[in-house]
């Protein structure tokens, strides 16, 4: 488009707007606190009871024993401007509730999913609805959007969550990709190691930092049929990267020893976590020998940049 003459005006979408607005309302999860403890203030409750997890970013819990939301109403009252609060421009000179704009639930549906857990007193059974950008959705996909019956006592439960999963491992995804995944950009630049000691009947396969990348803490994740520690094989593996690391810094490393079980002590600390090898200086060796070959040859092969 040229920079000289006017563009065309165009209606945002309602989306935008509500996401626009609920901005204005919802800066932060305090906000959505403030304005959940309100309504339960507003709907008669005696107890109010809070859960929140990392400060309200992956968790927003609140439970009260105030009147509830009548079932017929569920649909509409995460829409904007829904509100029991107020019927006309009049009431607002004497209005008596916290709320009355009927924004809140809207905007919080906005930015997190929403379910509402609620029954009033003349009802034989609780309702339980989830929201989405100010609608109804279906609690799972397939599932009917409509509000399902199920136990409760009086009064109303919101759980406001974020929709970020702290991990999600792909049916599809490659084991680098998973460790990426799982690791952020820990664990970037990684070189791939793969090596069989036919004599030690040992392969090793997995990925490690190269000598251009380091950490501030030292990530070495070692597993055999399961996760492990070896202090033995941790003290190798740092010593053969102290040459190529400045000082205090350190690598970040994922093997997996394909040994046999036999050869492998896990009874060594009830926690089973450390263990013990057989031939335990051998197999310590050869895995450092991989390692530093790995290194040394890294200039010529291959680097696996993470993205994130
Ligand atoms: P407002 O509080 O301004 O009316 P909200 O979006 O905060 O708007 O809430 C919309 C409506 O949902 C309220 O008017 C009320 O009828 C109902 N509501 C919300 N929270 C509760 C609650 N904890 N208990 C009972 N009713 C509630
Ligand atoms: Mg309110």
Do not use: W
Not at 131 to 143: M, T
Not at 230 to 243: D, F, P, W
Request: glycine residues 6%; proline residues 3%; hydrophobic residues 35%.
């Amino acid at each position: 488009e040229s920079g000289k003459g006017p563009r065309p005006i165009r209606r945002l979408e309602d989306t935008v707007v509500n996401r626009i607005a609920a901005g204005e309302i919802i800066h932060r999860p305090a906000n959505a606190l403030k304005e959940l403890i309100e309504n339960s203030l507003d709907a008669g409750a005696t107890n109010i009871q809070i859960l929140i997890k990392d400060g309200g970013l992956k968790l927003l819990q609140i439970q009260d024993n105030g009147h509830g939301i009548r079932r017929e109403d569920m649909a509409i009252v995460c829409e904007r401007f829904t509100t029991s609060k107020l019927k006309s421009f009049e009431d607002l000179s004497r209005i008596s509730t916290f709320g009355f704009r009927g924004e809140a639930l809207a905007s919080i549906s906005h930015v997190a999913h929403v379910t509402i857990t609620t029954k009033t007193a003349d009802s034989n059974c609780a309702y339980r609805a989830c929201y989405s950008d100010g609608k109804l959705i279906p609690s799972k996909p397939g599932a009917s959007a409509e509000p399902k019956a199920c136990a409760g006592n009086t009064g109303t439960q919101i759980t406001q969550s974020s929709n970020q999963v702290d991990v999600n491992t792909l049916s599809t995804a490659s084991k680098l990709e998973n460790i990426r995944q799982i690791y952020g950009s820990t664990a970037s630049e990684l070189l791939d190691l793969e090596k069989h000691f036919r004599k030690l009947d040992l392969k090793v396969n997995g990925f490690i930092s190269n000598a251009n990348y380091n950490l501030k803490k030292m990530r070495i994740s070692i597993s055999t049929d399961r996760a492990v520690e070896s202090v033995a094989l941790k003290r190798n593996i740092e010593g053969v990267y102290e040459t190529y690391l400045p000082k205090n810094s350190y690598p970040f490393v994922y093997l997996s020893l394909d040994i046999n079980p036999q050869c492998v002590d896990v009874n060594v600390h009830p926690t089973k976590r450390e263990v013990r090898f057989l031939n335990e200086e051998e197999i310590v060796a050869a895995v450092g020998d991989a390692i530093q070959e790995r290194l040394v040859g890294a200039n010529c092969s291959r680097i696996f940049l993470t993205q994130t």
